[in-house]
């Protein structure tokens, strides 16, 4: 049976979530703003070229970047200051769920790690293996990343979806599918 | 030529089977994808947007239109049968919809939102056929310095309102306009961001930015709790809805109608705000206003009005104007691109066949809606139990080839992740995508009008402000971030209450 929890409780679990949410702000404002002058001080500078004939400032290459880039200091600076001055944000910050606790937390991060190595893997298998048999891996291997509780419906659809928009692609919108070294489809 | 000329001459690129198909298909596609939990008409609409290359334009813009609108109706269904909005602008139809279902009456709930849906549909259709083409001949006199302070003017409002937060939002708009950097300068052929890579010459890939942005953030939210967001599904139960229930809803449905029309026609605000305002005037104006929220069929007549009401009306500023209304006519902008064909008033003069092909097909859409839904409502039951352990993959492939198609190029694909991690980043510190996606898309065109406007006075900034049409839109941009101040500073004193409340 699921206790009630006091109006007051709440109330306080609702301002600790502020408050978390506030440091998590203040830590990004604090990332935008080192963003911002990192593109103002080594991205544009070396990375936008402009040409010494340029008759106006405001014409430049450069000058709109660099706009954009004062902007986002500017608006790093804002929201550091926001959140420093007050605490709570809006209401619908509530709706974030949190980063979860424990274990639970090492999972999902473990996850997402499995997640980003398999995209990587994706990548790089396209060429090697073809679009489709990558594809096919890359679903099955999802499939066991979540602990997928239909294993046998997984496996069906990573091998016919991946077929199927091979099908379409190639042979309707004539898109050269990347067809790999081991297989070659028709 | 007048108006029913126009639609005269547009008559025989709709009146064949290949629009007809791709438009019932594309409302097939949009009613399953919105009925299904953790997909969204907006994924939908973007995932469905590779499949139309190989279509002639007029053909595959109608089935994306086919999938906004079925999927703004679907996403009614996973909230009246399961507490879960399919999309956002379906969160009203649970305060009724829910109730009803739980009452046994989830058919009769369902039937409804279709009807509602329907009759907006059509109202929000005639007003797009009404007015983009009288704001496109105005537009016609808009020169760069007055689409200038017009795109400013979007991004501002768009930024204000998509998230939680103004600071947030405009910083999400800003990122979109930094994307939108990367390329070769439009002026002078340098190279911007480039680090010397030829993939990056042309700019980043509009739909693998979009994607990755709206579809790989979802899948990475599933893979970081991969039990959650699952509710139990209601059975339909008493499933028709009777013409007299129709009939004393019907005031609620014109009203939500014209709501949805004018917050749609405003770039920006979208289908949510629409739908609780028709739900709160609704409410307010009825004898019943008790039975709100406990199952008022009435209620759900509003709320799905009031967001499908939306969906003409959001295609009038992309029509018009060339400014999508928000995230979807961003996406359907890009099947314009790709056909090379530019949205904006000039779009009325070069290409007014395929803009009234569109309206027509718009009004048929609305039929078929109706058809679709009428015989699908039986199915709904099992669209919602599909499990997400098997949808999350094969969207994350169908994404690949997606993406893979634009160009033929593996690049896109790496951009397309790249940007899903950003997009998660920002999912999870509650930055809004969508200015980040409109800046992204109306970046270059705002770049674009700001310099040849510089061109044209020598550098004079002045000429941003010659002429009253540049003056109306600094004036409604300064109003709009003052209201939004506002309003912030409202929401943060109520909080500040609450926090003082919450020590005593």
């Not at chain 2, 003017?153 to 937060?165: E, K, M, N, P, Q």
């Not at chain 2, 340098?190 to 994607?211: C, E, H, Q, S």
């Not at chain 2, 029309?261 to 629409?274: H, N, R």
Request: net charge neutral.
């Amino acid at each position: 049976m699921q206790t009630e929890r006091s109006p007051l409780k709440l109330s306080y679990q609702r301002v600790a979530s502020h408050m978390n949410l506030n440091n998590k702000d203040i830590w990004l404002g604090i990332g935008i703003i080192a963003f911002g002058v990192m593109l103002l001080t080594v991205a544009i500078p070396d990375h936008v070229s402009s040409p010494s004939n340029v008759r106006a400032l405001v014409l430049a290459p450069t000058f709109w970047p660099t706009i954009v880039a004062y902007m986002i200091v500017a608006l790093g600076v804002v929201l550091v200051a926001s959140r420093l001055i007050d605490r709570p944000v809006s209401a619908s910050d509530e709706t974030w769920n949190g980063d979860g606790i424990g274990d639970e937390l090492i999972h999902g991060w473990a996850r997402l790690l499995a997640m980003a190595v398999l995209m990587v893997g994706l990548v790089v298998a396209t060429p090697i293996l073809g679009m489709v048999l990558a594809s096919m891996i890359t679903f099955a291997a999802f499939s066991v990343i979540v602990f997928s509780p239909r294993p046998v419906t997984s496996l069906v659809v990573a091998v016919v979806l991946p077929l199927l928009l091979y099908a379409f692609f190639s042979h309707v919108a004539g898109v050269a599918v990347p067809q790999g070294r081991f297989l070659t489809l028709p | 030529m007048n108006l029913f000329d126009n639609l005269a001459a547009a008559w025989p690129l709709v009146a064949n089977f290949e629009s007809f198909f791709a438009l019932a298909s594309g409302i097939v596609i949009g009613v399953v994808a919105g009925a299904i939990p953790g997909m969204s008409a907006t994924m939908a609409v973007a995932l469905t947007l590779p499949f139309t290359f190989a279509l002639q334009p007029i053909t595959g813009i109608l089935l994306l239109l086919g999938v906004y609108k079925g999927g703004i109706f679907g996403g009614s269904i996973p909230a009246i049968l399961i507490k879960t909005p399919g999309t956002p602008a379906s969160s009203a139809t649970i305060l009724d919809g829910y109730p009803m279902a739980e009452n046994g009456q989830a058919g009769k709930a369902l039937g409804m939102a279709l009807y509602a849906s329907c009759t907006a549909d059509v109202i929000s259709n005639m007003s797009l056929i009404l007015f983009a083409g009288w704001l496109a001949s105005f537009a016609l006199s808009f020169g760069p310095p007055e689409f200038f302070t017009l795109i400013l003017f979007s991004l501002t409002i768009i930024a204000g309102v998509s998230g939680d937060s103004l600071i947030k939002g405009l910083l999400s708009a800003v990122c979109g306009l930094l994307l939108a950097t990367v390329g070769l300068d439009l002026v002078y052929g340098t190279n911007r961001f480039t680090f010397n890579d030829p993939n990056l010459m042309g700019g980043l890939n509009f739909i693998a930015v979009l994607i990755g942005l709206f579809a790989i953030p979802e899948i990475l939210s599933y893979v970081w709790h991969p039990g959650g967001g699952k509710g139990t599904v209601r059975a339909l139960g008493e499933q028709h809805v009777t013409f007299a229930e129709y009939r004393k809803s019907f005031r609620s449905i014109i009203r939500g109608s014209f709501i949805g029309v004018i917050l749609g026609s405003i770039p920006g605000i979208g289908a949510a705000p629409a739908a609780f305002l028709s739900y709160s005037e609704a409410r307010r104006r009825s004898p019943n206003k008790e039975n709100f929220g406990k199952g008022e069929i009435e209620g759900v007549a509003a709320s799905e009005a009031g967001n499908n009401g939306v969906c003409g009306a959001t295609l009038i500023p992309l029509l018009a104007l060339g400014v999508p209304g928000d995230v979807i006519t961003a996406i359907v902008i890009g099947a314009f691109m790709v056909h090379g064909l530019q949205p904006g008033p000039m779009m009325f003069v070069a290409n007014a066949n395929i803009v009234y092909a569109l309206f027509l097909g718009l009004i048929i859409s609305s039929v078929l809606l109706l058809i679709v839904g009428s015989v699908a409502i039986r199915l709904f039951r099992y669209i919602v139990d599909v499990p997400r352990s098997v949808l999350m993959p094969s969207v994350l492939i169908l994404c690949v080839f997606g993406v893979y198609a634009v160009n033929n190029n593996v690049f896109d694909i790496i951009v397309m992740f790249g940007m899903g991690w950003l997009g998660y980043f920002m999912m999870r510190n509650n930055i809004p995508a969508a200015p980040f996606l409109i800046a992204f898309i109306l970046g270059p065109l705002l770049e674009d009008n700001f310099r040849q406007a510089m061109l044209m006075s020598n550098g004079d900034p002045q000429i941003l402000f010659r002429s009253w049409i540049t003056w109306f839109f600094w004036a409604v941009t300064l109003i709009t971030i003052g209201a939004l101040i506002r309003t912030g500073l409202h929401q943060r004193s109520a909080a500040s209450g609450l926090k003082f409340a919450s020590k005593d």
